[in-house]
T-cell receptor, first 113, second 114 residues
Framework: GDSVTQMEGPVTLSEEAFLTINCTYTATGYPSLFWYVQYPGEGLQLLLKATKADDKGSNKGFEATYRKETTSFHLEKGSVQVSDSAVYFCALSDSTGFQKLVFGTGTRLLVSP | EPEVTQTPSHQVTQMGQEVILRCVPISNHLYFYWYRQILGQKVEFLVSFYNNEISEKSEIFDDQFSVERPDGSNFTLKIRSTKLEDSAMYFC????????????FGPGTRLTVT
């Protein structure tokens, strides 16, 4: 079945450092890809999405590009802030059926001042 | 901005008891989902619901689980006889028409089974 693999965390960075969180996927068909963020004690918030190959999703300084040839959707941000500390989940939904989300294991990001 | 709400935020129950977790999806949405997240683990799909019936369910969603949309606004998840391993955060999500890919999540209900 479909699956998502994320890099293990935690990722520890200093403020203003460059962030990359790797995500690769396995899917039949043409999935849509998402990054969700979970701040401490809160639910899941959609951070960005891409629905077809070569699409770039972006929001709040975060970016990810849907790479079909490498089945990847890596999350990047040029300069992280302390407030970005959270758990980041990569997810896919298939293009058929009722589009359930399949999540990766999540990567915890810790940003220190 | 419309949002998905869930009640209660935290439920403590004894093993073997029935629990009902409640969700109010965004009002014009048509597709509804339950997911769960065991502490420290990934978010897992449980069930999707459309047009008043289950459209897809995972292996986790066995006969102990059921879902209902009793009144056109609430969407409930019932666990008939809770087990210790049902302790998790349960998230409700909803989505509007078929062309939209985004699922909007509620804040979750933390279920603790003792």
């Amino acid at each position: 079945g479909d699956s998502v693999t994320q890099m293990e965390g935690p990722v520890t960075l200093s403020e203003e450092a460059f962030l990359t969180i790797n995500c690769t996927y396995t899917a039949t068909g043409y999935p849509s890809l998402f990054w969700y963020v979970q701040y401490p004690g809160e639910g899941l918030q959609l951070l960005l999405k891409a629905t077809k190959a070569d699409d770039k999703g972006s929001n709040k300084g975060f970016e990810a590009t849907y790479r079909k040839e490498t089945t990847s959707f890596h999350l990047e941000k040029g300069s992280v802030q302390v407030s970005d500390s959270a758990v980041y989940f990569c997810a896919l939904s298939d293009s058929t059926g009722f589009q359930k989300l399949v999540f990766g294991t999540g990567t915890r990001l810790l940003v220190s001042p | 901005e419309p949002e998905v709400t869930q009640t209660p935020s935290h439920q403590v129950t004894q093993m073997g008891q029935e629990v009902i977790l409640r969700c109010v999806p965004i009002s014009n949405h048509l597709y509804f989902y339950w997911y769960r997240q065991i502490l420290g683990q990934k978010v897992e799909f449980l069930v999707s619901f459309y047009n008043n019936e289950i459209s897809e369910k995972s292996e986790i969603f066995d006969d102990q689980f059921s879902v209902e949309r009793p009144d056109g606004s609430n969407f409930t998840l019932k666990i008939r006889s809770t087990k210790l391993e049902d302790s998790a955060m349960y998230f409700c999500a909803s989505r509007d028409r078929a062309a939209t890919y985004e699922q909007y999540f509620g804040p979750g209900t933390r279920l603790t089974v003792t």
